[in-house]
């Protein structure tokens, strides 16, 4: 079922709908998934922050009177609707989220699970833009702004816009397995059907938001020279500063420290690699700045939840890594 939480960004219902049709009508499994759009408002007519009608199956309350069992719940909200939420719609999926198998929501429908206190104490994610505001607004939620999407335990959040797409595709391979996934992926022509673990937005692209010219300097010599040592102490080196300093750029410029910068520059350079798929897993770990191919492997299950052969097979585009 998609509760969709008036003004709804369109694709955050649209995309995860298309989804689970496509795999009724593609994986000969007709009956997997029967796929229900609720509208909390008084009527079936569910406004759209594009302007574009949807027109659900029911209202809430006719739900309500229902009470049918609910396997997966997604909840869509648009950034019209986070702060004038129903408390009744609220109050709704508090009491019947015990019963529900999973728990979901798109974007910035998180603060709808927020506010009705299911991601007290969870890690959650939601657009990049507006997880300080998620943070700030409710402070029991452990926000992480970079994935796509999060799982902990039965509850599900992905951040904005076409991520919804990637988390009802793992949802898919859930129920049905990986090969189910991508065969609905392929169908949908998406370049690749990304794991949670993959970031918002890219490293590079972060780091063109520096507003240092030395800072932003900095991170291009970073990515061009992964396989050597990368040590905060080479990096104050390469600016003449000091460690404290360059430290507090950091933190500044990206919210982050050096160290972990650079991990995400290596992870997405191996990603990257691993995608293309010319190359040996011993070659991209080495170009890549790590010591082995173990390591490379720990630091992919570590933050993407997978190997990176499982990584290959999923996304290269010739053939996995020897």
């Known amino acids: 079922m998609i509760l969709g939480l008036p003004p709804v960004d369109a694709l955050d219902v649209i995309g995860p709908a298309e989804v689970f049709s496509f795999a ?14 609720v509208c909390s408002n008084a009527d079936v007519y569910l406004e759209s922050e594009a302007g574009i009608g949807l027109r659900g199956h029911k209202t809430l309350e006719q739900e309500r009177r229902a009470d049918e ?14 702060d004038r939420l129903d408390p009744a719609a609220i109050e709704w999926i508090r009491t019947k989220s015990p ?29 990049w833009r507006m997880a300080a505001q998620l943070a700030e607004r409710y402070p029991k939620v452990v926000v992480d702004p970079t994935p796509i999407w999060v799982k902990d335990g039965n509850l599900y959040t992905s951040a904005g816009i076409s991520s919804g797409i990637d988390l009802a ?3 898919v391979a859930e129920d049905l397995g990986d090969n189910a996934a991508l065969e609905i992926a392929k169908n949908l022509v998406l370049f690749l059907r ?6 918002q937005f890219s490293v590079a692209l972060r780091s063109q938001r520096a507003s240092s010219s030395s800072l932003d300097e900095l991170c291009l010599w970073i990515g061009e020279h992964l396989h050597t040592d990368l040590t905060v102490e080479i990096l104050a080196d390469r600016l003449s500063i000091s460690i404290r300093t360059v430290i507090r750029m950091f933190q500044r410029e990206f919210k982050t ?16 690699a691993l995608e293309l798929g010319r190359s040996s897993a011993e070659e991209i770990a080495r170009r890549c700045g790590y010591h082995s ?24 585009r010739n053939s996995e890594p020897g």
Do not use: M, W
């Not at 000969?28 to 759009?37: H, I, K, M, N, Q």
């Open 257 to 272: 420290t050096p160290a972990k910068y650079v991990e995400d520059v290596r992870l997405e350079a191996a990603c990257q």
């Open 24 to 37: 009724n009508r593609l994986l000969d499994e007709p009956a997997a998934y029967a796929v229900e759009l």
């Open 99 to 127: 019963s529900v198998r999973r728990v979901c929501s798109i974007c910035v429908g998180a603060f709808a699970l927020a506010d009705a206190g299911l991601l007290d104490g969870r890690r959650a994610t939601t657009h």
């Open 69 to 82: 069992p609910i396997d997966t719940l997604i909840v869509a909200s648009g950034l019209r609707s986070i």
């Open 169 to 171: 595709l793992a949802l």
């Open 293 to 316: 191919v173990d390591v490379l492997r720990k630091a992919f299950t570590r933050r993407l939840g997978v190997s990176p052969t499982e990584y290959a097979r999923r996304f290269a």
């Open 194 to 199: 990304r794991p949670g673990g993959q970031a």
